[in-house]
């Protein structure tokens, strides 16, 4: 039997959503270990003189607890 945890995340990215969950998931995978899935919670961009300067995404990430 295992046991998981979640944890949420911030990221961004200058790029796209694509790239910022990309980039949390990358980022959580060189702290947490076995990070095995994760899901978005929100999704928000700053914008700046009308255009778009920052995808960010707040999401859950869960990984599978060590005995």
């Known amino acids: ?3 998981a945890k979640v944890t ?3 990221s961004s990215s200058t790029k796209s959503f694509e790239d910022a969950v990309a980039t949390g998931i990358a980022r959580a ?6 990070v095995n899935g994760a899901w978005i919670k929100s999704q ?3 914008v700046v003189k009308g ?3 920052e995808y960010r995404v ?3 990430v869960s990984f599978v607890l060590q005995d």
């Open 51 to 53: 255009k778009v300067s």
């Open 44 to 46: 928000k961009v700053v």
């Open 8 to 10: 949420e995340i911030h």
């Open 1 to 3: 039997m295992s046991v």
């Open 29 to 34: 995978d060189k702290t947490l270990r076995n």
């Open 58 to 60: 707040l999401m859950k």
